[in-house]
């Protein structure tokens, strides 16, 4: 995999490569479900990282953290001992307090898993808050234009 370790965007989709490791898999070497959500933190990550807004540099700079308050997974498919999976993280809208992201782990062309994330903004303390100027500037420049329309000011 040539990809830089924090993946690349391209056509509105961040791109992020893993490989399956031994701890990543049960006894008969399938990966373990909730790795999937591990899998999928790391994508998101090296996303926000490839945007240049590290979640240290939003708390330090704005305030503010990100925390999943909503995650729905659909498995499809097992990934295995050292296969070489892509996880795809799609925005869907980014508004108010919120982002709402479209996962996929991939093997190849086979999906092997689908998460939907619901992902807020809060301060250091724990209360919700507007998604920073800087985030969202972030997100849209990865917006496609067919997309939904990423807005700070929306509900």
Same mark, same amino acid.
């Given at each position: ?6 993946? #690349?965007? !391209? ?8 490989? $399956? ?5 049960? =006894? @008969? %070497? ?44 659909? #498995?499809? !498919? ?8 892509? $996880? ?5 809208? =980014? @508004? %108010? ?59």
């Amino acid at each position: 995999m040539t990809a830089p370790a924090q993946g #690349h965007v !391209a056509d509105g989709v961040h791109h992020f490569p893993i490989r $399956v490791y031994y701890e990543d898999t049960d =006894a @008969a %070497g399938i990966v373990y479900y909730a790795n999937y959500l591990k899998f999928a933190e790391r994508a998101r990550t090296e996303m926000m990282r490839c945007l240049g807004v590290e979640h240290e540099k939003i708390r330090r700079d704005a305030g503010v953290v990100l925390a999943v308050r909503r995650a729905t997974i659909d #498995h499809l !498919a097992p990934a295995r001992l050292d296969d070489e999976l892509q $996880v795809t993280t799609r925005l869907i809208a =980014a @508004a %108010g307090a919120t982002v709402t992201l479209a996962q996929e782990v991939r093997r190849g062309s086979d999906v092997l898993a689908r998460l939907e994330l619901i992902v807020a903004c809060l301060t250091t303390s724990g209360r919700p808050r507007r998604l920073p100027p800087a985030l969202v500037a972030a997100l849209a420049s990865i917006f496609r234009k067919d997309q939904h329309m990423v807005s700070e000011h929306a509900h």
